[in-house]
């Protein structure tokens, strides 16, 4: 067989020699972890694959429906793939969810009444959750409706406080939210056994509290999901891991009849639930993209890995740091100057398979506090299961970066991302 010369391909996309031999330094270590990260993707391939067995997934429900959408058998079909593989009661899946922020917005807002609180065990929540809640003003939020807030951090380890949980927990306490990745917060990832024991505490004290958990970014990254550990709910998005970078857009709620009932009611209308809502032709997508979700979301962590170890490796402060097991797909890196941040998205744009030759800006962002830079040359705009990296322009100019479709691809978008740093001044040695 012929020498595969990677090297010469390498530079003619870009990679200098140098740049790539420092990345091939790093991956030399990582063998093992990547082959553990391969098991826990056969193990979840089978998982989606039996629940598409007992569901038995044929051709017609790939069919486009419009219009109400009643009597959608593949909808109805996939919301029960979806509820089989995390272990759910039932499931709501659906395109006309816009978002994991529309998705978390309707977990919470149906699920909660006036006069009731709010949560969260973890700290602060994701950016955008503040309007939903009303911590900062919003329209529509859950204040205006009467719904109160309350929050307990971490402590300064990461764990959870317990005593300041118990503390926070009162008469009108209904729902405890739980968000599972970092978000663009810089405290650690909870893994799926952690989760597992607040709901076991926050059920000790009551059991009628709902637990929902912000699963964005974790679906597939272990063989187990929040729902296998106790949770009510579990919500995220289809543009991100279990979408498989096929949905075009699209959220989900997976958890007990009662709770996703309340959602389908609060996401159609009183009266109709989920008995509405055509797929307009997106099942297909669906149900290719669930399929492939394990391994896609295989492919973008062993790519969080390999920017930790690479960065970690060039002196960078990375979370988690490179040897840390690791629960979601992102990956945080401090670039400590704006223009180091400007670089990092302009490589990962560089290398994308769509808009490649753009140069990201930092923009205000509906939602964000601070300007944001998002590199993204994405097939499903805005897809971070799709190659992608992101940082809100303040101090330590942390880039967040996530995605990649297949691994090679994240691993030449991690080596452009070095290349573009280099180019802008930055020493190897
Ligand atoms: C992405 C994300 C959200 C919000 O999802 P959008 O699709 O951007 O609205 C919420 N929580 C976490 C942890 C996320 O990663």
């Given at each position: ?27 030399k ?5 990547f ?42 079909t ?28 309707l977990?919470l ?29 919003s ?56 989760i ?14 709902i ?7 974790g ?17 995220g ?5 279990p979408g ?54 295989a ?22 740091t ?49 300007e944001?830079?998002?590199a ?41 991302s ?12």
């Open positions: 067989m012929s020498e595969i010369c990677l090297t010469e391909m390498y530079r003619d996309c870009g990679i200098s020699d140098e740049v790539l031999r420092r990345g091939e330094e790093v991956l270590k990582l063998e093992s972890r082959a553990r990260i391969d098991q826990i993707a056969e193990y979840n391939q089978l998982k989606v694959l039996k629940a598409m067995h007992k569901n038995r997934v044929d051709a017609t429900h790939f069919a486009a429906t419009t219009g109400y959408g009643y009597n959608d058998d593949g909808r109805d996939l919301e029960r793939v979806y509820a089989d593989t995390f272990h759910t009661e039932d499931a709501l899946v659906r395109s006309q969810i816009t978002c994991g922020t529309h998705a978390l917005n977990a807002a149906a699920n909660l009444r006036p006069g009731d609180e709010l949560l969260s065990p973890v700290g602060k929540p994701y950016d955008t959750l503040e309007e939903v809640i009303g911590i900062r003003p329209m529509g939020s859950l204040a205006e409706y009467g719904v109160t807030y309350a929050q307990v951090d971490l402590l300064p380890d990461g764990s959870f406080d317990y005593d300041g949980i118990r503390a926070a927990i009162n008469e009108r306490t209904k729902l405890v939210t739980i968000q599972r990745s970092k978000g663009y917060a810089s405290r650690p990832t909870l893994s799926v056994e952690q597992g024991e607040l709901i076991a505490f926050v059920k000790s004290i009551r059991k009628d509290i637990c929902m958990v912000d699963n964005c970014y679906e597939f990254v272990e063989t187990i999901e929040p729902s296998d550990l106790g949770a009510d709910m579990i919500v998005s289809l543009i991100k891991n498989g970078g096929l949905a075009p857009a699209g959220g989900y709620i997976c958890g007990t009849h009662e709770c996703v009932e309340q959602v389908a009611h609060r996401l159609t209308s009183p009266g109709l639930g989920r008995e509405v809502g055509a797929n307009l032709g997106t099942n297909p997508a669906f149900y290719q993209g669930f399929f492939l979700a394990p391994t896609v979301t492919g973008a962590e062993k790519g969080a890995i390999f920017a930790a170890s690479l960065y970690e490796s060039l002196g960078f402060r990375v979370h988690p490179a040897d840390t097991p690791r629960y979601d797909i992102i990956q945080a890196i401090d670039l400590d100057t704006p223009e180091r941040l400007k670089a990092f998205c302009l490589g990962i744009q560089a290398a994308a398979p769509v808009d490649s030759y753009v140069t990201p800006e930092p923009w205000a962002m509906p939602g964000y506090d601070d944001v830079i998002m993204a040359g994405a097939f499903i705009q805005g897809a971070s299961i799709e190659l992608s990296a992101d940082g809100p322009l303040r101090p330590p100019y942390t880039v967040f970066f996530q995605g990649g479709i297949t691994w090679y691809h994240a691993k030449y978008g991690i080596l452009m070095l290349q573009k740093l280099v180019d802008a001044g930055f020493s190897l040695c």
